[in-house]
Every structure is written in C-alpha cells, then in structure tokens.
C-alpha cells in the first residue's frame, strides 16, 4: 500500500474517531472498523486471491477502501448500506482513494438487496445490522464458491446481538469457523472446497 492512501486512511481513522466520540445518535457515527481487524482482513483476501466480494454495511468507505485495495484490479466489490449520507462519503472517499471504479455502492435494506444479488461470491464480510445477519446468510449460502470466507466484525463488543449469528454459521457442517481475537472480535468461516 503506498503512502498516499496509507495517509488517506489515517485521516478517515481520525475522523471516524472523533466523530463517534461526539456524536450521541447512532446512526451518525461512521462505526468504522478497527485499523487491525481492516489490516488482517485484506492479508485474508490477498493471500487467498478474493476477488469477488459483498460488504454489508458500508458506512463512510473505510473498510470498503481496504477491501478494494485488497482485491486488486481484477477484483470487485459490491458494499451495502441502508444511509445515503454516509453512502455519499464512501464515494468521495473512494474517489479519493482512486478506487470507486472496484466497488458498486448500493443504497437500501441489505437484506432486501441480498436477496437480488445474483452472486456469486468468494468473499462476504458482515458488518452492520447483527441482527438481520443470520437472515442474510441464509440467502447467500447458495451464492457462495467453495473456499469462501464469511467474516463478521463485533463478536467481542457486542456478543448478544451476534448470537443468533454464531449459532446459524455454527451449524453450517460445510463450513470451519473460528474467532480471531483482533479489533472487536472477527468471525472467520471458510467454507470447505470440493475435495
């Protein structure tokens, strides 16, 4: 990663930040994820060459610039968010990052889309609305090459929501899953290749 988006990231860093330090409401915190937990997943995607990738929960751009980066420019990713205001940031930020042209930035209820999205995917990270996660998987299972990862943010900072989560990826017998102790607790579930 050059310099220059290296840069762009910290200052996004620091905006999300002091944002959410100020800001009561809670839909208009960015809620970005945490620098670490951005890091480790874009060595995920690198080292097992993604390239077809569905963020749910966009907000600013954050995490949706390292996923993009990640991917290379062979690869795509589609990010959903239900907010406009912060669907607006994520394209300047994008664009900032010369990036915008790897990514389709839609707007509306994530599980509503999903439900369209023909897929299919090798890559979904989970991010948003923890309790309309494991509706959203279920209509993504027959979306899903085998040797897909299925990550999800917030398992530490916020286990009650997650729960129902957990339990659905649990009981997939197609899939090895695991929690990485990184930012705010990540769930990682690969699903297993055709042997």
């Known amino acids: 990663m050059d310099a220059v988006l290296r840069e762009l990231l910290a200052e996004l860093e620091t905006f999300g930040q002091e944002n959410d330090a100020r800001e009561t409401d809670r839909s208009k915190r960015m809620l970005n994820l945490e620098p670490d937990t951005a890091h480790f997943i874009s060595i995920l995607i690198r ?30 990713v589609i990010s959903l968010d239900r907010d406009a205001s912060k669907h607006a940031l994520a394209d300047a930020n994008l664009r900032r990052a010369g990036l915008r042209e790897r990514v389709d930035l839609i707007q509306g209820d994530a599980t509503e889309i999903i439900a369209g999205l023909p897929g299919p995917f090798d890559l979904v990270f989970f991010d948003a609305d923890r309790h309309s996660a494991p509706e959203q998987l279920n209509l993504l299972l027959p979306k899903l090459l085998p040797g897909a990862l299925v990550l999800a943010d917030n398992v530490h900072s916020h286990p009650d929501e997650i729960a129902a989560y957990l339990k659905a990826i649990d009981a997939l017998t197609d899939f090895d899953h695991m929690i990485v102790p990184v930012g705010k607790g990540l769930s990682i579930a690969y699903r297993e290749a055709a042997m």
Not at 48 to 67: A, D, M
Request: glycine content about 16%.
């Open 47 to 76: 080292s097992g060459k993604y390239t077809r990738l569905l963020e749910v929960g966009t907000s600013n751009g954050y995490s949706t610039i390292w996923l993009a980066w990640a991917v290379g420019a062979q690869g795509h």
